[in-house]
Structure formats: structure tokens, C-alpha cells
């Protein structure tokens, strides 16, 4: 049975902010390999894994992130985990399934279908380069949102994003779209262009991978990326600094306390 979703997206986003004061995204990238010995004899390891962290970490986090590609890697057993693991993440807590899709067509409307109907997603990532086609039929439901791949943080998005500032053109191009339909994702360890980003996409949620692992400043973030103290529109994810901080048999306390830390330091940083 799929999650059911009685508001949208961009509403479930803005009650998290006031009511927890929260823009943590846990990223589920859970990879079979890195699991704790302690849930690989469970009959679905990634899916029990996956309740524990969200049952620890959802006082403090204002949406999950799965990336779809740890669950394929599992086959069969990986996607049931995975429409498991969203039925199990609270309602009012948004999804966003990390997909990066970007077809057209009867295509582009299998993956939504199969994303937003089947699973319960509130939103996706998609890639932008074939055009408005990517994300039209999603804007025909107000509930549905997408984050373009805009800026990302890894060190060779240099090749295309930043080569004559294609980032800037994505960018103009996600300004053309609802605000509370469709955001960006934006690299935290691209540091000398995030104000520029804010700069051209004023109203825009940002999605922010790269905290943590990857090397990224919270700090240089924060100072950059937000719209306003009082809508920051941002939301920083971390991943493998969450969920896999403990191999022990205390790993979901382990990430609840990372968890926390993280909403702590992001709310000091935009006082």
C-alpha cells in the first residue's frame, strides 16, 4: 500500500522548519557492505536497518533522502526494503527519492507514476538537460516536487556544470517554474558559487549534499545558501555521517545523536 500523502511537499517542508526548527536531511544511502553485523542475518538487513535509523532520528530530521541506486544493488529484495522503508517514514516527515531521472514522454511519466504513485515520494531529483519536458507532467500535481541537478558537489561537475557556466543557465531555467514545485540541488563544497546561486534563484529550496564525507563547510553554507533567518529554504543533507557513524549494536542511537548535532549546529549557524 502506497504512503499516503495528504499535503505537499513544499507544506510538509515549511511545518518541519517551525515546528522542529529542523533542515537535517537524512540521506538513506544504505549500502548492503556497510551494514552492522548485528542486522545482516535479519531477513531484509537494509529495511531493518532502515526502521531503526528513522525510528532514532525523526524527532530531528526535516526529510529522508533514499538513493535509489543502494536498493537496486539488492535486487528484488532491495526495492521491497525500499517501498518498505518510505511506508515507514512518518507522513508529515517528506520524502525524496535521489534518482536523478530526466526522460521525456510516456517515459518520464512511468517514473513518476512508479516514484510518486506507487511509492508515496514527495519528491525526486532529476536531471535537466532534455528540457521542460523533464518536469511538466510532474507540475500537473501541486503535491509533487522535483530538485534539479544544478550545482552538485562532486570535483568533476567542472566538466559540464561549471564549463561556460552552464550552472548559471540551469539555474535561470529552474526560475521559470513554481517556486513550491521545483528547487535545486547545489553542492555544499562549491563554496565560491553558492551565493551566486542564491542570488539567482531568490525563493528556491535548496537541496545541499556534500556536508561531512565529502568535505563540505556547514559554516560557509549557511552563511551563503539561506534565503532569510526566517526562511532559510535550505535543506543540508548528510548521509554516511548519520547512518553509518556506529557499526555497533548502538548504531541507531549513534545516529540519532548525529542527527541532533547536526539541527543544533545548522540552527546556531542562521541565528
Known amino acids: 500500500m502506497a504512503r499516503t500523502r495528504s499535503k505537499s511537499f513544499w507544506s510538509k517542508y515549511q511545518i518541519a522548519w517551525r515546528q522542529k526548527k529542523s533542515l537535517v536531511c537524512v540521506g538513506l544511502d544504505t549500502e548492503h557492505k556497510q551494514l552492522p553485523q548485528c542486522v545482516r542475518s535479519d531477513r531484509n538487513p537494509i529495511y531493518t536497518f532502515n526502521k531503526a535509523i ?17 536498493y537496486l544493488a539488492a535486487g528484488v529484495k532491495g526495492l521491497e526494503a525500499l517501498k518498505l522503508t ?9 520524502v525524496i527519492l535521489d534518482c536523478k531521472v530526466g526522460d521525456i514522454g510516456n517515459t518520464m511519466d512511468a517514473y513518476l507514476s512508479a516514484f510518486f504513485d506507487e511509492m508515496g515520494c514527495d519528491a525526486i531529483t532529476v536531471n535537466p538537460l532534455m ?3 523533464v518536469v511538466k507532467m510532474m507540475m500537473n500535481n501541486e503535491k509533487n516536487f522535483a530538485f534539479a541537478l544544478a550545482l552538485t558537489s562532486n570535483p568533476s561537475a567542472k566538466d559540464f556544470l561549471m564549463n561556460k557556466d552552464l550552472y548559471q543557465d540551469i539555474a535561470n531555467w529552474i526560475k521559470t517554474f513554481d517556486s513550491k514545485q521545483l528547487g535545486a540541488v547545489v553542492g555544499a563544497t562549491q563554496t565560491d558559487y553558492i551565493s551566486k546561486m542564491r542570488k539567482l534563484l531568490p525563493e528556491q529550496i535548496f537541496l545541499i ?6 568535505g563540505g563547510d556547514l559554516k560557509a553554507v549557511l552563511s551563503n545558501a539561506i534565503k532569510s533567518k526566517e526562511e532559510p529554504n535550505i535543506l543540508i543533507n548528510s548521509s554516511r555521517g ?3 557513524k556506529d557499526s555497533s549494536a548502538n548504531f541507531a542511537e549513534s545516529a540519532a545523536l548525529e542527527a541532533e548535532k547536526l539541527r543544533d549546529e545548522i540552527k546556531k549557524g542562521i541565528k
Open 131 to 133: 528540457g521542460k519536458d
Open 54 to 70: 528513522i525510528d532514532a532520528t525523526k524527532e530531528y530530521a526535516a526529510a529522508y533522502k533514499p538513493n535509489l541506486a543502494f
Open 86 to 94: 518510505i511506508e515507514a517514514i512518518p507522513e508529515d516527515i517528506p
Open 242 to 244: 548519520i547512518i553509518f
Open 209 to 214: 549534499p556534500g556536508i561531512g564525507a565529502q
